[in-house]
């Protein structure tokens, strides 16, 4: 069973940055592909950034892109989500998945493990 924690959220100003990470246990971390997704009040979860299992491809919403990263580090079994120019429209729970694909997918069914989220919340 593989196992997905994250960490990093909280309250940051419009402008602010934050780091998400996901530790991941139980398999292989290296693997998998790993995906960020959030979800707002109200609405549905969208994609947010995805990364092959060796880190070499990664893929973005067009909401995002330019402002987070994702990265991971296959020595610790964790994936970051560096997210920067924060704006309120970032506000969301942020969740991590996993699956065994050799490459990210921005489709939620695709991915097999989930975390349990953290709360992003930006002010303005």
């Known amino acids: 069973q593989v196992q997905l924690v994250e960490s990093g959220g909280g309250l940051v100003q419009a402008g602010g940055s934050l780091r998400l990470s996901c530790a991941v246990s139980g398999r292989t971390f290296s693997n998998y592909a790993m995906g960020w997704f959030r979800q707002a009040p109200g609405k549905e979860r969208e994609f947010v950034a995805s990364?092959?299992?060796?880190?070499?491809?990664?893929n973005y919403a067009d909401a995002v892109k330019g402002r987070f990263t994702i990265s991971r580090d296959n020595a610790k079994n964790t994936v970051y989500l560096q997210l920067n120019v924060l704006s309120p429209e970032d506000t969301a729970v942020y969740f991590c998945a996993a699956d065994r694909i050799a490459y990210g997918s921005p489709w939620a069914y695709e991915y097999k493990y989930w975390g349990q989220g953290t709360l992003v919340t930006v002010s303005s």
């Open positions: 990364t092959s299992w060796t880190g070499g491809n990664t």
